[in-house]
Nanobody, 121 residues
Framework: QVQLVESGGGLVQAGGSLRLSCAAS????????MKWYRQAPGTQRDMVAS???????NYVDAVKGRFTISRDNAKNTMYLQMNSLKPEDTAVYYC???????????????WGQGTQVTVSS
């Protein structure tokens, strides 16, 4: 069974920084694309950034130049460095991974439980 566990959320003042981590476990061999999503109260869950297994990255315009996504394939871990945070970045942040190959078979997609990020003005 594949599990994704996020950590690193918290409360920060506007202009501050946070680093989120997403650790995958479950007899994993390889992971395809990994993504960060966020969901503010009353809104839909939207993708923030993605990174392929080879390291190709994509960002939504709202976070370009402020957020950096990265991953360590050897550790099955993904990161999101968030700088110059704004109150509108406040949300629950979720990690997502697809095309996960494990010793017990393949998993199409997995989600983490989410971590709260709150940016005060």
């Amino acid at each position: 069974q594949v599990q994704l566990v996020e950590s690193g959320g918290g409360l920060v003042q506007a202009g501050g920084s946070l680093r989120l981590s997403c650790a995958a476990s479950g007899r994993i061999l390889t992971i395809g694309t990994m993504k960060w999503y966020r969901q503010a109260p009353g809104t839909q869950r939207d993708m923030v950034a993605s990174i392929s297994r080879g390291g190709t990255t994509n960002y939504v315009d709202a976070v370009k130049g402020r957020f950096t996504i990265s991953r360590d394939n050897a550790k099955n871990t993904m990161y999101l460095q968030m700088n110059s945070l704004k109150p509108e970045d406040t949300a629950v942040y979720y990690c997502n991974a697809d095309h996960i190959a494990t010793r017990a078979g393949s998993v199409f997609e997995a989600w983490g439980q989410g971590t709260q990020v709150t940016v005060s003005s």
